[in-house]
Each structure stands twice: as C-alpha cells, then as structure tokens.
C-alpha cells in the first residue's frame, strides 16, 4: 500500500542550481500524454559535449527528487497505489547498475508518471510503450491501478534499454556515460557528441530536459 510516510517532506521554496545555461527558446516537445497534452522544454538550454551539462553533484537525492513529481503523476491519474509502484519499481530497476534519479527523469521525461500512457509508435512504425516508451515494452494504455509485476515490468524494460545505452558509452555512473546515453535512448544514435542537443531527428532538448528534472525542475 502507497504510504506519504515513506517519502521526504518537500520543502516549499526550494532553490535550484543550473550552471549558467543560455535561456531555452519556448518551444513545447509533444509527449507520449495524450492528443492535447505537452512536455515543455526545460527553463534552461543547454547544448555542446557532456561537460557542459549539470555536474552530479547538483542532482537531487532520489526522494527529494520523487517527491516532487508525485503531483504530476496524480494529475495524469495515477492512483496512490500506482506512485509507490513506480517507487518500488524504480528501486528495483536501478539494481542493474542504473542511477535511480536517471530512471525516474526518463519517466517524467517521457510520461510524466502516467502508467495508463498511451503506445506511440516511431517512424518506422515500430511500437514505443509503457512509462519509459521503449521498444519491446510492455504498456496499458487508459488504465491504472496496475499491479506491482505490471509496473516493475514497464520501468524494468525501459532501464534495461538505457543501461545498453549506458554500456556504449563505458557504463559509468559519470555524466560522461550518462549524458551520451540519454541521447541515444532518444535519438537511437548519438550523431554529434560535440553537441548532446542535436536530437538527429529526435527531441533535441531531451538531454537538456532531463538533466534539469535531476535538478529539480517539474512540469
């Protein structure tokens, strides 16, 4: 059962740290949500190799983190239950060797939570479901309250992805795997490693997003 209690009180004005980025241009990136739903890019833009990107030490802890989303994943109709699902899947997937604050950031960044998120499909055709939108995944589109083994299997398969992305760029817990590899779980490639935000096609400002959801940044 989901319980408040297992995660830490958000504080009310809690200040975030960017690193000088260049103000993002206001464009909206459209999401796995809905029709009329929309992932906005970050309050910040951030371009070039992985160097230029937020360091790991100004990432929140993952509680801190999660909690501040809650209230997304409550808006896009996640029950309670579903929240401390996605919170014990999430432990669960990052034991292969995944940080948990990245898987929680493509979840946010690809579903903002929703468990009942809709299948899109690439251009290709190929199918992209379930909280992470990864291929092969599994998804329940318009449905929640899911079970335990139904969400794990959706975050688990979505890490499962990214860690083979992480592996292509020596498999560190350092953004100089970390980065790259955010870009190739979005893009399928990483086409220009001198600049993380040329989406090759694909969401360029994915990298920059989710680097300020570790911040703390919520849409």
């Known amino acids: ?9 958000i504080a009310a004005t809690l200040p975030l740290a960017f690193s000088s980025p260049i103000p993002a241009p206001a464009v909206a990136q459209t999401s796995a949500l809905n029709d009329t739903d929309s992932i906005q890019s970050g309050p910040a833009w951030y371009s070039g190799p992985y160097y230029n990107f937020p360091s790991i030490d100004t990432w929140l802890g993952f509680d801190d983190m999660f909690n501040r989303n809650k209230n997304s994943m409550s808006a896009n109709g996640d029950t309670g239950d579903d929240i401390g699902r996605i919170y014990n899947a999430i432990k669960d997937a990052a034991t292969i060797g995944v940080d948990e604050r990245v898987i929680l950031g493509i979840i946010m960044q690809e ?18 479901a379930g909280i992470m939108q990864c ?3 599994n998804g329940y ?9 139904q969400i794990t299997s959706m975050v688990r398969g979505g890490t499962e992805h ?3 992305n992480l592996r292509d760029w020596g498999d560190q817990q350092a ?9 190739e779980y979005n893009s399928g490639s990483v086409c220009d490693q001198n600049d993380l935000s040329n989406g090759c096609g694909a969401t360029a400002s994915y990298v920059s997003d989710i680097s300020q ?7």
């Open 175 to 183: 953004t100089s795997s970390i980065y790259p590899a955010l870009r």
């Open 135 to 137: 291929s092969g995944c």
């Open 1 to 9: 059962m989901f319980s408040n209690t297992i995660f830490l009180a």
């Open 111 to 128: 579903s903002h939570g929703d468990v009942g998120v809709r299948t899109t499909y690439s251009p290709e055709g190929i199918p992209t």
């Open 213 to 219: 959801r570790l911040q703390g940044w919520v849409d």
């Open 141 to 149: 589109p318009g449905q929640h309250g899911l079970s335990q083994d």
């Open 162 to 164: 990214f860690k083979a």
